[in-house]
Each structure stands twice: as C-alpha cells, then as structure tokens.
C-alpha cells in the first residue's frame, strides 16, 4: 500500500547514519507521505551524517539531548510549530551503555555509568511520553514506537546493562501506553529486533557471532533493518489502532525457538572433528 502515512506528523529520534534503523523508518515514512522533525543528542549530530537524511526528506533537524526535560519540551513544541500541527506518530531510537561502550562487564559496572545507561536507553521514553502528554502533542490515535532487544526478557552474555535497560523501556510501554491510552487514545509500543548491523549493535562484543547465531536459530532468518522500518510504519497508521502496550518481536521466530536443525549441525560437525 501507498501513502500508509499521508498527512500525518512526526518525531523521528536516534537517526546517525544509513545503517541506523531510525535513518531507514524516516526514509519509509518519507515515502509513505509523512512529515516529520529528525532529533539527536548534539554529540551525535557531529558525529553523523543525518543533514544529508534531512535534506533527502525536505525536513529539519533539532538537537535535542533527551534525557533533558528542557529539550525535550523545546523539541516538541518547536517541532508542532515547523509541521504545523499535533504530532501522529513518535520513533524512540535511543539507546546508548556507557558500561557497554567502555568494555566493562555485568559483574563489574560502574554504577554512575549504568544510571546514564537507564536515563538515555529507558527514561528518555518516559520523558518523551510525559512531555507529549503535558503539552498534548500528540492527536487522538497517534502512534509511539520505541525500539528493543530480547535481552529485556532473556539473558545475553555481552549485553550487560543495556538488557536491564531495555526491560525498564519495556515496562514503561505499558505503564504509560495505559494511561496515555485511557486518557488520549495514544498508542504505545516496542519492537524487540532482531540483532541488526547497525553502527551501536557492532559495539557490542562478539556481536558479529551472535548475529550468525541468530540467524541459523530463525526460521525466516534475521530481520533486516529495512524490514523493521516497514513495520513501524505499519505501526504510526491507521491500520493497527488498536494495537497498544505490546513488545512486539520483530525477528525472523527467534524469540520462539528452541534450538534449530542448523544450529544443531554445527555441533555436530564439531563433535565428528
């Protein structure tokens, strides 16, 4: 279908380059017909390239950190103002481990570090989704989409923090998809992705195995960026209005398996060694 997001406004957090999710759902919303604000953290619009994404989509970009209340509001309000309108739909690609990022384990984290892990990855949402609603940004059935990983229910050696993180991000889609709902009919959800090739999955350690394990243990394979752009576009339309406070996994039957015949094999090649 064409034209999915035709009229409708938007925020798009979190796009750093073209292998970002975020970089990929505002190019589908683009196409989709969508007007929306792009928005990162000042630190990563010096590092990415997201002004050539802006152009590409005839939009703007406004810095906000959002873990900053201040910001927060500055970037809604402003972003009403250049779209003209209440907000339709809002893309939560924040997620960020200091722990992670500076090779410190599970058992042995910096307990400063893994507050900012939970107020960048997990608190950002509740910020944005309490500001949205304050300022009554969002029209009645818009859509809130914020983005999450199967370590929020399972463990994953080398995720570290970031899993508790993801968990609380989890909880607060339903907390707040409740009462946004019940007072805005505001919709409110995460996808659990597959792990996927982006600039903060390669960060992680032995993300490259992991990724190949993932795939043999799927049954339709690792879902790809560009497939999950698709699906939250699926999730800011009219088509799924009544879907809220779900964590919606988004990876190829991962989350349901077991153990797969392919992984299987590769242990016993190794054991005929």
């Known amino acids: 279908m064409n034209n999915l997001l035709e009229g409708k406004r938007g925020i798009i957090f979190g796009a750093l380059d073209e292998n970002s999710i975020a970089w990929k759902v505002a190019l589908k919303a683009h196409e989709q017909g969508a007007k929306f604000v792009l928005s990162n953290a000042p630190v990563a619009l010096r ?6 994404l802006a152009d590409h989509c005839n939009t703007i970009v406004i810095a ?4 900053s209340v201040q910001d927060l509001e500055k970037l809604v309000q402003e972003s009403m103002a250049h779209l003209g309108g209440k907000l339709d739909f809002v893309l939560h690609s924040i997620g960020m481990s200091p722990n992670v990022r500076k090779g410190k384990t599970y058992t042995d984290v ?52 970031m899993a508790d993180a993801k968990a ?5 889609v339903r907390s707040f998809g409740y009462y946004y709902g019940n007072e805005k009919k505001v919709r409110v959800n995460s996808i659990s992705q597959s792990p996927t090739m982006t600039t903060a999955g390669s960060g992680i350690k032995g993300f490259d195995s992991f990724f190949g394990f993932a ?3 799927s049954p339709l394979g690792n879902a790809p960026a560009d ?9 800011f339309s009219d088509l799924t209005k009544y879907i809220t406070m779900q ?27």
């Open 110 to 161: 910096n307990y400063e570090w893994m507050n900012k892990t939970f107020d960048i990855s997990a608190f950002s949402l509740h910020k944005t989704l309490q500001t949205c609603m304050k300022l009554d940004a969002i029209s009645e059935w818009g859509s809130v989409v914020a983005l999450s990983y199967i370590a929020a229910q399972k463990a994953f050696p080398g995720y570290g923090d």
């Open 247 to 273: 964590n919606i996994y988004h990876d190829g039957g991962f989350s349901n398996m077991g153990v797969s015949e392919a992984v299987m094999n590769l242990f016993e090649e190794k054991e005929k060694l």
């Open 47 to 52: 590092m990415g390239e997201i002004k050539n």
């Open 64 to 67: 906000a950190d959002a873990t």
């Open 168 to 172: 609380t991000l989890e909880s607060i």
């Open 215 to 217: 795939d043999k243990m």
């Open 227 to 235: 497939a999950c752009a698709n699906f939250c576009v699926s999730l």
